[in-house]
Structure formats: C-alpha cells, structure tokens
C-alpha cells in the first residue's frame, strides 16, 4: 500500500473514525472503561490490511452476514484468522463494522462482499479465544453468529471495559 492514492484513502478512513471515537469520549458515562467505542478501540488495537480477490477454493458467503460467514470457514480452515474492525465497500462513502478473514501471509480474504473492499481496518483475534466466545454464547442460549466486539455487552462490555484479554490477539504475518 505504498500508492499515494492508497494512503490518502486509508488517512480519511482513519480520520473518519477518529472524528467518531472523539464524539463518544463526550457521551456521559463509561469515563472509567478503556475504550469508550467500537472506533477507538480499532483504531488503536487493529492494523491496516490488504485484500486480495477471493480465493477460488472458498465459496462466496451470503451477503449481510459477515460475521456467520467469515465464522464458519475460520472454523472449517485453522490457516485462516477471523478478524473483526472497519472497511470500506465498494460504492459506499462511510467505513463499516464488518468481519473478513487473513490468510497465512496476511491478506485479506473477503468472502461476503462480492468484490473486496478499498480499506480494511481491524483487530485479528485468536481462533481458540472466538471460538471459547462462541461457546459460551450457546451455553447461555445466546446467538452465537454475532459481532465477537458489537455482540459483546452479552460479556458485559467486557473488551471495551479492561481490553482484550492477551490469549484474545491471534499472532499473523502483518504488522
């Protein structure tokens, strides 16, 4: 991403968010959380990445569900990193709370958005840590296909309170 086209892309899309994580530090209440929202907290856990098109050995999920369907490869194909943050779709003009998945060299591979996004901003999380997120959504008879972040008041804003924990951040090839 070394185009100046790229970078002034990815300049306004973090801008964007600064604008709206600066907006919710003067909504009244959660002075005392680590993150008082979903933009601060990306913008300071996340990392840009890179798509690539759509590998020809994973199928194109179903549109709106992003979250069930990057879910269900991560679980069917450990090489691959569920990740959850922000990107950019093609003809739309805001960042949006959207979940994809790294392959092992750190790109991005899209499989809900039919063509993959300009800008992708987001937090790769530990397949163990989703999956133990997962399961004790069920235990307690909660949707499981959730946002892990937007879903997480069922954790009782756990994240967004002390952080992630450290066995939460998977461990991938980008920076």
């Known amino acids: 991403m070394n185009n100046p086209t790229e970078t ?4 306004e899309f973090k801008g964007y968010l600064q604008d709206l994580a600066a907006v919710m ?9 680590k993150y008082r929202g979903f933009e601060e907290l990306v913008l300071e856990c996340g990392r840009v990445m890179e798509p690539k098109p759509l590998p020809k050995n994973i199928k194109q999920g179903q549109p709106r569900l992003c979250y069930a369907n990057c879910q269900r490869l991560v679980l069917k194909n450990r090489s691959l990193t569920y990740v959850e943050g922000y ?14 998945l790294l392959d092992a060299n750190g790109y991005v591979i899209d499989p809900t958005w039919e063509t993959p996004g300009c800008c992708y901003l987001g937090i790769p999380l ?3 840590w989703v999956t133990s997120i997962w399961n004790s959504r069920k235990q307690k008879g909660r949707p499981d296909e959730l946002s892990i ?13 002390q952080g992630f924990p450290a066995e939460a951040l998977a461990e991938t090839s980008i920076s």
């Open 8 to 11: 002034t892309e990815i300049e």
């Open 25 to 33: 530090k003067k909504v009244p209440g959660r002075t005392d959380w």
């Open 87 to 100: 990107a950019m779709a093609e003809g739309v003009s805001i960042p949006l709370h959207h979940a994809w």
């Open 126 to 128: 530990a397949t163990s």
């Open 149 to 161: 972040l937007q879903g997480n008041h069922l954790e009782d804003f756990s994240i967004f309170k």
